[in-house]
């Protein structure tokens, strides 16, 4: 027989797991729930396919607790016994009810073993095939258990201190606690608290995390949480942590001579790691939720790093939810349109057409709610509930805000690309698009200033030059090639416009950086920002960094709470990222890395090399540079390599060395 | 403290309840799945109330079983403990997350008792006050569980038959069946088949609901299942069914001296009752499911027997479902566009504003899929998986179809109807009905037939006329005065025109009838069609009957199956409505009957007495024929009495009378 896989709705796995994850947060013991729109699974799966027999076969349908029916040709068969199935053509249907979960079947035969080639029977809307996972592939196999793998961990010290013990990993890291009791049948509780700082886990009435430990058992196990530190409030117990990640593989690697820079890197890895669960959360401990912007930006890294789409894939179907689309992303319309965005960037890296289809689905309903929010002549302005973001900085809020238009001229042409890519009409998004661009440039763009303003319909912002509106319309493609310049010189490089404080805007302005050439000053940046945490023992890279902040545990308050940073947040993990698109100078140029670019830079971190993967099934290029040449290997076909002016042909499985 | 009810995201109650309604058919012990989208709850629920206290007051918040938050002015507290609210402005949020079931809440409180002054936060969408049922005030009580009543009831006669005990319970019923063994622990099993006939019972073969009873076992208690006659196929049994009810109060009622016809009436008003559960089913046995123009008929029997509007509203809600709106109801789109047009109604006998600007916002969505389906010229024409059913008769089934168009005009109506009542613009609406009307009028009325025609676009229906489109036209005015003269003589009074065989038609065109003054032709209907089923020993009404079948077992079968056919099914009920209607003569005239029209007729059936429920909270109107005379007494503002061309103004309170 064939092998199976269990099936589902196209989307409903990821929707169930995320579901859950939204619903996970907690403050002090008490639950925190999102604060948008969380939409979970159709309880009624119904699939079906059509095949014509050259000779008889059997199947068998499973499901995980539903209830089921089968009919083969429009006749009703028993779905708890094998059903044979004639020579000719069979029309099978398969439907099942699970009041609770997520419902899915599994089907034993050979042409009708359950896979890719069954279609989900939508109910009026649009077909398309089921979805599976590589996860699930054997009858035994729960798709209601997330994937995650675990390894028994114990602390690297502990310490009594205040009447317990203090407990240290090591390292933030992130799993199920066990604490053992050396003297159960003792009366009473006792706090436990989580830290990832110790001062938080030496202050109960701060820390974000705790929990009771009931002295009277042999044991407990808790939910699974973020900490480097525990604390326990007692002296006679012992624990371990049933450490919880995804088996991902570190296909990216970027080494140089310096070793600091090399531990910068490793940290980043482990900090998007840690953060790369049901999607890509943004901090582990605070606030356990996605959020687009954050995970926008883990797409890219993860491309350098891991390259796993199924993360990705996770990550923007519960971002954008089920239909109707009635509030942007984390209420954050920017947010929405970097999705959209990554969405096309995401086909480009995957070749994933089914999963382009199944979104660029939901486009319709999405940009409904869009035009809803556009003022006569096309410009975004915010509704009720909108949160217009951009950045924790000091850019307009509300009013029509330069870098909401920017992105939504991004959303609208990844929208057309989309479409264009699935053989769609997007006339409509390629107009809106060149419109909005030529709205911008009519309307914000001051050539005096050689910069974008803020905003144009309020007098308090309307001369104000931000960094951020810039830097996107510059990465964006709003900004030509002159204003690329002026740009560079008035705004980026120009010390009297505000810095970027953020290391979420930092992304956006160390990608604009290299885009103008300026290494040199992205190393350094690396060098001093990330390397300044690390100094200071972080063993993740945190949601935010003062330097000039001097007392450490004045570093780990933020939004009014004295441990409400986050001291493992995916968005600081953005050097890999910048070292393997512009160091080794990889990206690609056609759909799932058809074809691609390598561009590779002496970027002044001396001789480096390292390794980008591509495509969907173990692709890779290899690019060294030894202070003199450049050399580069690749796997795949359809390389190009960029340097100097020239372009020249990369052969798969042959090494190509070019003088630097 | 003041009292506190359950409360949820309106609609949800209902979603969650007929979802799993929707999932209970079975036939011949295998799970029979809905062919059409149902949908199901939000498992988040997130509710606000924001109020001024002028003293301090307590406040606890409880689930049902789902994580809860509470934040007060933004601040957030333990919910597991009671919270003090200070004087001065309380912005109260409540959120819970319940993974399965129907996430709820309680609130103990005075201001802040959990009631409809809550509002529900719908994340972008439009905010409405929480969900409530006065089932569910007491805090022991469990949304989940549907209020039914029971009745332990026993068989009134059993009968040992080919080896086994064959039960007969005296007439139709609902509940579930507790046999109970005299000679346990034996071994083996053996089967158990419910029969809405003695003949089904007997065909274990053929019958549509079976099951099993392990003879080990002391007895054995099943789902709640429709039946008359139940054989086990053994003969050391006893057994007793808990009959499973609503417990409404029939509230209308209409007796005359003809004994016949009010045995036909009690028949009747079983016949719904039976059907009035979660919503109005089509038939309890087969199919256990709602559909939109059965249930169109119950709404208006239920508003002359019990007046019941939770029912309706159960029903609105499950035939419409979530958004977006992929599918028309029950995949047909004529159901669609009669439950729009029993939204209005439904509105005018209640006055239930709030579950119209529910269902209201639902319309944006049904009305964009009705417009993907209309042609250049605005007719509707059938879509992928649209069902053209109109009636089980020789009408069109696919291309311009008449009857369709006065359907879908009809729906434009009543949605314009919709948007005044709420103060909304409705011109939309209303300049879709007129064109439409006009349309219908230019391309389907044939003048010298005196009739509109079938279908307009398939040369073999082109001249082709049938009762269907023209008793709607009539009804649902697209016809004017005259041509409702034409229709009369030329169609509905016409014998060469096919007759109408199925009582689902049989509805309208008795309503036309009486609309055109044909009472003798609708009494005798009821008489020989109503009667005639009665007099073969039916005590429900059945879903079609044929006077020229001979053999009784005969009258069973429907769509291909022996016993196929619904002994109990909703449809039968509408002489309540059309007594009622016509002999009583009441009508709202006013939003939840703040005016009404009494306009009684002698329609020959000799004497008669009836009531009608009007309004909400036990209003009436009282009418009584004694050949010579009516007398008419409400207690209720707002009456006229219409007769003989004259208007009267009803009091409240005192008997009208007037010479017949």
Known sequence: ??????????????????????????????????????????????????????????????????????????????????????????????????PTGLPALYIDGDTFASDESWSVGSYGG??????????FVSRSDDPEVFPFKYKKISPVACENVRGGTLFDFGRETFGLLHIENKKPDRRGVCPVVYGESREEALDKKNAVITDVFDKSLIGQTYPSRACRYVFVADKDVSLTLDYEYLPLKKRGQFKTTDKKLNKILDVCAYTLHLNTRECFLDGIKRDRWVWGGDAYQSFFVNYYLFNDFDSVRRTVISLLGGEPFTQFTNT??????????????????????????????????????????LDSRGFFVGGRGDWIFVDWADTAKSG????????????????????????????????????????????????????????????????????????????????????????AECVIKNDKIPAITTPYFEYFELDAMCRIGEYKYVVDMIRSYWGGMIDLGATTIWEEYD??????????????????????HAWGASPIYLFGRYALGVYPTGVGYSTFSVEPRDIGVGDFSGRVPIGEDGGYVDVSFDGEKFTISTNRDGGTLIYGGKKIALSRGEKTEILA
Chains 1, 2 share one sequence.
């Not at 009409?425 to 390629?430: A, L, N, Q, R």
């Not at 330097?547 to 493992?568: F, Q, R, T, W």
């Open 332 to 373: 954050i319309p920017d947010y929405t349109f970097l999705i959209i965005k990554g969405v096309y960037e995401y086909y480009l890296h995957s070749g994933d057409r089914d999963f382009l289809e199944f979104v660029y689905n939901k486009f319709e309903s999405i940009f409904r709610l869009i035009d809803k929010r």
């Open 400 to 487: 029509i805000v330069c870098a909401e238009q920017v992105a939504l001229c991004a959303a609208y042409s990844s929208a057309a690309k989309c479409a264009a890519a699935l053989g769609h009409d997007g006339g409509v998004y390629e107009k809106k698009a060149e419109k909005l661009r030529e709205l911008i440039n009519r309307f914000f763009w001051r050539e005096e200033l050689g910069a974008y303003v803020d905003c144009i319909d309020r007098d308090d912002r309307v001369n104000v030059v931000t960094r951020h509106a810039n830097i996107w319309a510059l990465l964006f493609d709003v900004a030509d090639g002159r204003q690329v310049k002026k740009i």
């Open 1 to 98: 027989m064939k092998k199976s896989k269990w099936i589902w709705n196209y989307g409903d796995f990821e929707l169930y797991h995320t579901q859950k994850m939204m619903n996970r947060r907690e403050v002090r013991g008490m639950y925190y729930p999102p604060m948008w729109r969380v939409d979970g699974v159709r309880q009624n799966l119904f699939v079906y396919k059509i095949a014509t027999l050259e000779s008889s076969e059997k199947m068998r349908v499973y499901s995980n607790g539903g209830d089921v029916s089968v009919t083969v040709n429009g006749v009703r068969f028993d779905p708890k016994k094998p059903i044979t199935l004639d020579v000719g053509k069979n029309f099978i249907k398969v439907q099942t009810y699970k």
């Open 547 to 568: 330097p000039k902040i001097e007392n450490v545990v004045d570093h780990y308050a933020m939004y009014g709470a004295k441990y409400g940073k986050s001291l493992c």
């Open 126 to 135: 649009l077909d398309c095939h089921v979805g599976t996972n590589e996860n």
